[in-house]
């Protein structure tokens, strides 16, 4: 069982930057491979990145590539989300997952899911 807490969403002027968290428990986190979505009001839930066990192997979806940037420090049990030069098109509620799976890049391969944080981008 793997638990997951997601920080650090708010709000922000188009341009600015972003670091979210997502602290895990359970004692097998870096077995997983960490993925971060994010949903819209009135959209499906959307892949954003994801980060392979040893924190290597990282994907992003074409819409971040580049501005966002995913990391994780095993010891801590958290992952991170980089958000930089944040768009009003990036607004949403933004989630951490985990998978068994490696190269995880849709939810249903995802089986613990945090909460939720939300991120405003104002223009």
């Known amino acids: 069982q793997v638990q997951l807490v997601e920080s650090g969403g708010g709000s922000v002027q188009a341009g600015g930057s972003l670091r979210l968290s997502c602290a895990a428990s359970g004692r097998t986190f870096n077995r997983y491979t960490m993925g971060w979505f994010r949903q819209a009001p009135g959209k499906e839930r959307e892949f954003v990145g994801s980060i392979g066990w040893g924190g290597a192997g990282t994907t992003y979806a074409d819409s971040v590539e580049g501005r966002f940037t995913i990391s994780r420090d095993n010891a801590k049990n958290t992952v991170y989300l980089q958000m930089n030069s944040l768009k009003p098109e990036d607004t949403a509620v933004y989630y951490c997952?985990?998978?068994?799976?490696?190269?995880?890049?849709?939810?249903?391969?995802?089986?613990?899911w945090g909460q939720g944080t939300q991120v405003t981008v104002s223009s």
């Open positions: 997952a985990a998978s068994s799976l490696i190269a995880a890049t849709r939810a249903p391969m995802y089986v613990y």
